[in-house]
């Protein structure tokens, strides 16, 4: 069983019992209960049901429900902006029998433990206490709001403006707060609360939850912009992947660079000429990774009953997640002001810190031709630009830095280690029988270095740094240069990759099609062949020590799974979010970094959403099983 960015995720979709759209959606432990639009039909069903087994309740027209995490309150206003609320509601009978008024003038009601939280028929927030009779209070606000969601330690509100805002100040003394501060900056449609964790739909259509809005996180200074960053987005669904059979009309791959052995320049091609290019049989895969582009999507959560959202456009669904719910964030690591120069070319490794214990660095390099590296807890150092050399890419391992300028030749960074993390100088190393070639892109392993000319020829040594006693003159200049031949093609690369272990080495073709290097042991490390991996283009890889990460054309991250050194190849694709990426590169274990088509760092930050743990599965159909240690495709 794999964690991290291998599993989770893995959502069902259900019907809902009428044919219009959902106009209100809530969800307790026990019960899921949803409000038809147009008709004001009450309708629930039990979310530890095999199946979802809706059934009406009359009685009212309702515009909007609100339920209690244990299901035994429930609320309703109806078209008339009165609140009522449901009697006799027991284990046995969870609707209960009969509706029962408690108050008038209400357009939106929100039930947490012991408190309401109401938006009343003139705009104003209300509060009160669970009593009988419910008496509210007004609550001061600037903003107009359209919707409201709470829990005794925390209460958000949506704005008219499609903002979410955190009321502060909530104590045990004061339940109604202090003051409303925005905590986004993107445009959401829905919000829902779940012990201390709020969750939102975008307008776009993402899923996101921000578990850092706890009480003990938030002051009133803190910025719309640092709680717009504790905000991690959740992948609704995706497409299983099919190779095709024949050409995709409606998408042709990005046409390969070929370099020029007399010259710097890369120059467009047209794909017939390309070797192979009659074989050409893959298109890039698409995925949804949000709902559609609708503004009336639904989300409503609680402990034991989970996350449910519901899409907004057409025939509409009802998606559950009946695993565990993993969250993304890109982290920026540099504000605008403080990055300067854009960056260009990024690559994570490792170095030997005290006692031997390892600690991930990053190389960066921005475009002016100066070097930041970061260690793993981001604080930064810089190497300032070398006009002697134009650098455009970087690759590193442990204690070793090796880099390509602009005039296709390589550089290493002499004398790194954990006292001095930045090195000395740059040595051009004598590249032996390699002298004379241009090399396009190289790749640093644990005991090997990988190259790639501009003539498209993949080139091997052994060793990936000379000593730091004698380091001009310790450096093998002994290169291999690998056959192109794959299953009788001749394959030319313009990427290769190898993976911190050296076992594990994929690459990318002129045409972006992907390939791995099979055969490669302990005691044969240059690998037997080359194989085609199918069904994805790239225009980058990453390998970490359990992890093949690519980036396609269309600047989207994929994963393979199933990779190991008796199957290198893997099984299948499977999405990852993250898109409009130019660079990727991951640590040894498993964090991602990339660049995006601005030229900003960033960093993928994960989350697991805790409370999803507390239930194994709370909706499992008998044609949806979910096994520990197995992911639902």
């Known amino acids: 069983s794999s964690t991290g960015p291998t599993s989770g995720n893995n959502w069902a979709s259900y019907r809902l019992p009428f044919s219009q759209s959902t106009k209100s959606l809530s969800v307790s432990d026990i019960a899921i209960w949803a409000v038809e639009e147009g008709k004001g039909s009450v309708y629930w069903c039990r979310t530890k049901s095999t199946t979802l087994n809706w059934q009406r309740v009359g009685g009212v027209t309702a515009e909007q429900i609100s339920t209690s995490y244990n299901g035994h309150l429930i609320l309703v206003v109806s078209r008339e902006n ?114 201390s964790t709020v ?23 803190r910025t719309a912009l640092e709680a717009d960053q504790s905000w991690f987005q959740v992948m609704l669904r995706r497409e299983q992947l099919k190779e095709t059979s024949k050409r995709n009309s409606s998408y042709m791959p990005r046409l390969p660079l070929l370099f020029t052995h007399t010259a710097h320049h890369m120059v467009w091609p047209s794909l017939s000429r390309m070797p192979g290019s009659s074989k050409l049989s893959y298109c890039l895969p698409t995925y949804s990774l949000a709902l559609d582009y609708e503004n009336n999507h639904l989300i409503s959560s609680s402990i034991m009953g989970g996350v449910w959202v519901l899409s907004g456009s057409g025939t509409q669904k009802l998606y559950h997640c009946n695993s565990h719910i993993i969250g993304v964030k890109y982290l920026p690591i540099l504000e605008p002001d403080e ?97 004379g070639e241009l090399i ?41 240069r690998l056959s192109s031949d794959c299953g009788g093609e001749s394959v030319l690369m313009k990427q290769v990759i190898v993976g911190p272990g050296d076992w594990k080495v994929w690459a990318i073709s002129l045409d972006n099609r992907v390939y791995i290097r099979k055969g490669i042991t302990r005691y044969f490390p240059i690998g037997e062949k080359w194989e085609l991996v199918p069904d994805m283009l790239a225009i980058e890889i990453a390998l970490s020590v359990y992890h093949v990460w690519v980036l396609d054309p269309t600047g989207s991250v994929h994963l393979r799974l199933g990779v190991s050194q008796i199957n290198p190849a893997g099984n299948y694709w499977k999405p990852v979010l993250g898109r409009n990426l130019k660079k990727i590169t991951v640590t040894p274990y498993g964090q991602l970094w990339c660049i995006d088509e601005k030229g900003e760092l960033f960093c993928r930050l994960e989350k697991n959403y805790l409370e999803n743990d507390l239930v194994s599965s709370c909706v499992s159909l008998a044609n949806n099983p979910q096994v520990p240690g197995w992911e639902v495709l």
């Not at 969750?199 to 200074?221: D, I």
């Not at 854009?342 to 960066?364: E, L, M």
């Open 82 to 195: 009165q609140l009522f609320t449901r009697r006799g509601i027991t284990d046995d009978n969870p609707s209960g029998r009969t509706w029962h008024k408690l108050h008038d003038g209400i357009t939106y009601i929100s039930c947490g433990p012991t408190t309401f939280w109401a938006i009343s028929f003139t705009g104003d927030v209300l509060f009160s206490n669970h009593a009988d009779p419910v008496t509210f209070k007004v609550v001061p606000s600037v903003v107009r709001y359209k919707q409201i969601a709470s829990s005794d330690s925390i209460t958000v509100a949506l704005g008219m403006d499609s903002i979410v805002y955190l009321r502060t100040g909530i104590t045990a003394v004061n339940m109604s707060g202090v003051a409303w501060k925005p905590v986004t900056q993107f445009e959401v449609s829905n919000v829902s609360i779940c012990l």
């Open 440 to 480: 396009h892109s190289i790749s640093c392993g644990l005991l090997s270095i990988w190259a790639v000319s501009t003539k498209g020829e993949v080139w091997l040594r052994f060793g990936n740094s000379p000593s730091l006693h004698n380091f001009e003159k310790t450096l093998s200049p002994v290169w291999l």
């Open 339 to 435: 990055m300067g120069s854009p960056f260009v070319s990024v690559s994570a490794g490792y170095a030997a810190g005290d006692q031997g214990v390892r600690s991930d660095h990053i190389w960066a390099l921005k475009a002016n031709g100066g070097l930041v590296c970061f260690d793993s807890t981001r604080k930064r150092s810089s190497i300032p630009p070398d006009r002697s050399m134009e650098m455009k890419s970087v690759s590193t391992c442990e204690n070793c830095l090796w880099c390509c300028d602009l005039g296709n030749k390589c550089w290493i960074r002499s004398q790194i280690t954990s006292n001095s993390p930045l090195g000395v100088k740059w040595i051009a190393p004598d590249m032996g029988n390699l002298e």
């Open 199 to 221: 969750w939102a739909v975008s307008t776009e259509g993402r899923v996101y939850f921000n578990p850092e809005l706890k009480l003990s996180r938030v002051t009133s200074t």
